[in-house]
C-alpha cells in the first residue's frame, strides 16, 4: 500500500470516494459497538462469581483481631485489608489507608481537604489567588475533571516513552510555587499504557519543589494489570524511593481493586507517610466512622494474599489479550503501511493510544459515531479538553467482544482513512 | 426514700460514706461494660445472618432497569434502590440520590460542597468572614464534630419536649444571614429520644431565612427505629412541607439503613429539591463514578420493600425494648423518689438522655469509668463539646445483653448518687 502523503490529488480523491462507499455501506449496517469505557466486560465480572459467596450466612465476620466487620468502628480498615492493599502497591501496610469502593473518591477528598484545610499545616488552598497542578497528558479525563472543578489551573505536560517530560517537570516546580501537584499514572497509563522508567520514578522522588504542599498524585490503577505475564512492565516504588531522597511527605500513592473484584463494588486504598496518614485520619475521623468492612473483608477471604491477586489477573488478561490483539492487527494492517497515524502496543492497563494525523482526532470521532462506534469524545485526554494538536484517541477494547472490537476497529480505520484523506483533500 | 435536698448535712454524710462503700466493693468487681456507643449488638446484626446470601454466584446481578451492577456506572443509585430508601425517608424516588455507606460522609460531603462550590450559585462559605450554624443541643456529638472541623460558629438552641426551640430559630435565621444552616434529628434524637411535634416541623417548613443558602440538615436516622409497634412517633414529611411553603430547597433529608441491615455496611441516602439534586449531581459526577450498586440491589432484593423494612425493624425492636426497659427500670428504682436525675423514656431510637443535677455529669462519669463502665464523654452532647450546666448524659443501652445494661445502670445510679452528694457536701 502506498503512503497517503505520497498520493497524487487524483489519487486522493479516487481512494476517497472508495472509502466514502464503504463507510456508507457499514453506516448501513446500524452498528452499535462501544470503545470508550475503560471498564471490564461482563465475562470479568463472572470470573468472580463466586467472590460475594465468600462472606455468607455461615461465616464468622470476625476480622484476625476478632473484630466484628457487621459494626460501627475501624476507621483506616481492618489490618489484612491494609496488607492486601499494601502488597498491590507494593508497599508497607503501616503506609495504608484503605477506603470505600472508588479511588477517584479518595484522589477527590484529598484535593478537597487540601482546599479546605490545606497540607500539614500549610495555607489552605482555597486561601490562595492561584493553584496550578501539573497534568502530563494524553493522560485521564477523571483527573483533569477533578482538578478543573477546584478552579485549579492545569498545566499540560507532554508524555514521553518514560513517562512524563521530567525535564519540564522539574523546572516547573522548583520555580512556581503556585504549582501544588502532579496527576501521574505511573504503570501502564492511561490512555497510552506507558510504564515510568526507573530514572523517570527516581526524578520524581527528588523533585525540590517550591511548594512545601506540592504532592504527587500517584494513581496506581493498573498496579497488577498486566497482559502478558512473561512480558510485564515493573515500576520503582515511589513510597520507598521518596523517603530515600527525604521527600517522605511528598506523594500520595492510590489503587483500588475495581478492575481485580468488581467494578464499582470494590474497595479502594492511599498510601503515603506517616505525617501524611495522621493528617487524613484527623480529618477522616469527622468525615465517616468507617468505610464498608465487610467488604473488605470479602476481598481478604476471596484474594488472601497476592498470589491470590495475581492468579486472578491472569485470568483477566487471558480474556483482554485477545481484545487488545484484535484491534493492534486491524491496526497494523489497515494503517501500518500508510502512514496516516500511530498507536501504543501497551503489556498491559486498559487503553491504546492512538495518534492520528494532526487536526483529525475529532472528525474521526464523528465518523465513528455516525456509523454507530462510540469513541472517548475527542480531547478529554487532555485538560480542559483540549488536545493542541487534536490528534490523541484513546481506545478502550475492554468491554466489546474480541469480534466486536475487530468490527469496531475496521470502522475506526476507515473512519481515520477518511478524516485524513479529508485533511489532505482540503 | 428520702429527697437528697431535704437531707440534713450528717445524714448527707453517712448516706455518702455508705454509697461510697458500696462504690468501692462494685470497683473491685473489676466490670467492664459499655453504654457509650450507640451500635447494634451481635443478635441485631444476626438478624441478618442471611443478608450477604440474597445476592450469590446464582444471582443475575440485574437490575430492574438490566443494568449490571457489578459494573461501573449510575451515579445517582438504582431507581428501586431510590425507592426503598424514598419509602423510609416518606418521600418520592425522584427526590432520592443514594450513596455509600455512611449518611454522615454525605453530611459532611454538603457542607465541604458549600465551603468550596457555595449552594445553587451563592458565594462558596469559605470566603465567607463568618459562617454560623444552629445546633439543638442536647445533640448528635459528630453533627457538632463536622461544622467545628470547617471552622463554623455553633450556636446553641435548647431542645425542648417538642424539638428545637422555634422561637428562637425562627429569631435567629431571619436576622442573620451568617446562619447558614441548623442540625436536626427530628425522630427520636440523639440523645433524647424528642420527635418533633406536627407545630415544630411545619415551623421549620415555614422558616423565612436571611441567607438564600441557609440549609435545614434533616437527619432522619431512626426513621423507622421504634420500640413499640402499637405505640410509635410519626413525624411530618419535611420536604413536601417545604414544597408547601414555597421553601423546596431549604432541606436536605439523610437516611441510612446502618441500624437496618448492618452498621457500616449498609446504604445511604440524602433526599431533596429538584434544584438541590442537580447541583449534587453535577459535583458527585466529579468525585466519584458512582457507589456500590451490589450493596444497593443487596438490599433490595432483601427487604424489597417498606413491608420488609418493617418486620425487620420490629425483630431489632424486640432486641432494643428489654434493654431500654432495663435502664428505666433500675433508673425509676433507684432516682424516682430522691429527685437527683432526670431522664427521657424514648418510644424509639437509640438512646436515653440523663440529666444529672448541674454540675455533676463530667464527676459521675469519671466515677462510672473508674469502676469500668464507659459512658459518652460528658459535655460531649453540645457545641464544642461544653454542656453549660454540665448535667447531660447519654445512655447508650443497645450493644450490652438486657443483664449488662442492668449491671451497669445499677452502677450509673451509684455514682450518679455520689456525685450528687460530694456537690451537696462541697
Known amino acids: 500500500m502506498k503512503a497517503y502523503r505520497e498520493m497524487s490529488s487524483n489519487e486522493i480523491k479516487e481512494i476517497y470516494e472508495e472509502l466514502k462507499a464503504q463507510y456508507e455501506k457499514s453506516k448501513a449496517l446500524g452498528l452499535k459497538l462501544d470503545m470508550s469505557r475503560g471498564k471490564p466486560a461482563i465475562a470479568q465480572l463472572d470470573l468472580g462469581r463466586d467472590f460475594l459467596d465468600c462472606l455468607n450466612k455461615d461465616s464468622d465476620y470476625k476480622s484476625e483481631a476478632g473484630v466484628d466487620v457487621r459494626n460501627y468502628g475501624i476507621l483506616d480498615g481492618i489490618p489484612e485489608a491494609k496488607r492486601l492493599m499494601a502488597s498491590i502497591m507494593n508497599t508497607q501496610p503501616e503506609n495504608v489507608i484503605v477506603c470505600g469502593n472508588a479511588s477517584l473518591n479518595i484522589m477527590y477528598d484529598m484535593i478537597a481537604r487540601s482546599m479546605i484545610f490545606g497540607v500539614l499545616g500549610e495555607t489552605p488552598w482555597c486561601k490562595l489567588d492561584k ?78 519543589p517550591a511548594a512545601k504542599d506540592f504532592r504527587i498524585f500517584w494513581d496506581n490503577a493498573y498496579a497488577v494489570h498486566d497482559l502478558y505475564q512473561d512480558d510485564k512492565d515493573e515500576i520503582l516504588d515511589i513510597l520507598s524511593e521518596c523517603k530515600k531522597a527525604g521527600n517522605e511527605d511528598m506523594v500520595y500513592e492510590f489503587t483500588s481493586t475495581s478492575k481485580i473484584s468488581l467494578a464499582g463494588a470494590g474497595i479502594s486504598a492511599v498510601a503515603t507517610s506517616a505525617n501524611n496518614i495522621s493528617m487524613i485520619k484527623k480529618i477522616m475521623t469527622v468525615q465517616t466512622i468507617g468505610y464498608d468492612k465487610v467488604n473488605q473483608l470479602r476481598h481478604v477471604r476471596y484474594f488472601k494474599d497476592m498470589n491470590g491477586i495475581k492468579a486472578h ?24 503501511e500508510i502512514g496516516i497515524g500511530s498507536w501504543t502496543t501497551p503489556k498491559g492497563g486498559y487503553f491504546i493510544s492512538f495518534e492520528t494525523m494532526d487536526g483529525c482526532a475529532k472528525r474521526v470521532i464523528e465518523l465513528c459515531k455516525e456509523a454507530g462506534v462510540t469513541m472517548t469524545g475527542a480531547g478529554s485526554t487532555y485538560p480542559y479538553h483540549k488536545d493542541p494538536k487534536d490528534s490523541n484517541i484513546r481506545i478502550a477494547p475492554s468491554f466489546p467482544t474480541p469480534e466486536e472490537m475487530e468490527q469496531a476497529t475496521d470502522l475506526f480505520v476507515l473512519c481515520v482513512k477518511l478524516a485524513t484523506l479529508e485533511k489532505l483533500m482540503a
Request: aromatic share 8%; glycine share 6%.
Open 313 to 336: 489477573m491472569e485470568k483477566h488478561a487471558a480474556l483482554l489479550r485477545p481484545k487488545f490483539e484484535a484491534v493492534l492487527k486491524v491496526l497494523e494492517r489497515e494503517l501500518g
Open 131 to 208: 493553584v496550578k497542578f501539573l497534568c502530563p497528558a494524553p493522560g485521564y479525563d477523571r483527573h483533569f475533571a477533578i482538578t478543573e472543578s477546584f478552579g485549579i489551573e492545569m498545566i499540560t505536560v507532554p508524555m514521553l516513552p518514560t513517562g512524563p517530560d521530567m525535564d519540564m517537570v522539574e523546572d516547573l516546580v522548583s520555580k512556581d510555587e503556585t504549582i501544588k501537584g502532579i496527576w501521574c499514572v505511573p504503570k501502564y497509563s492511561n490512555p497510552q499504557g506507558i510504564s515510568y522508567s526507573d530514572e523517570t520514578v527516581k526524578r520524581f522522588a527528588n523533585l525540590k
